[in-house]
């Protein structure tokens, strides 16, 4: 998914994922509300980051794609790197 902070960088992004091998097969673009993002993010509600992420995704468009390419999750997990950004480089 691209959140509304990213979309300076949709084709940068959409480059990556190419590069990476990955075929897009669906792409949807969404506007969550609240309670949609609350259920969306559910494993983070107790977090101390949650609402600033709640705020994020629900102030304009999210950017959702359905990527396809042998071993997926395993190879998206090495595009993106570390989801804490305090141990990505």
Request: hydrophobic letters at 40%; glycine letters at 6%; proline letters at 3%.
């Amino acid at each position: 998914m691209i959140k509304p902070d990213c979309y300076a960088h949709i084709g940068e992004i959409i480059a990556v994922i190419e590069r990476a091998g990955f075929k897009i097969r669906r792409v949807k673009m969404s506007k969550f509300e609240v309670d949609t993002g609350s259920l969306f993010y559910n494993e983070h509600v107790d977090k101390s980051f949650f609402p600033k992420l709640l705020t994020l995704i629900t102030s304009d468009l999210c950017v959702g794609m359905e990527l396809v390419r042998e071993d997926a999750i395993k190879r998206w997990r090495q595009v993106i790197g570390p989801t804490n950004t305090l141990s990505a480089q």
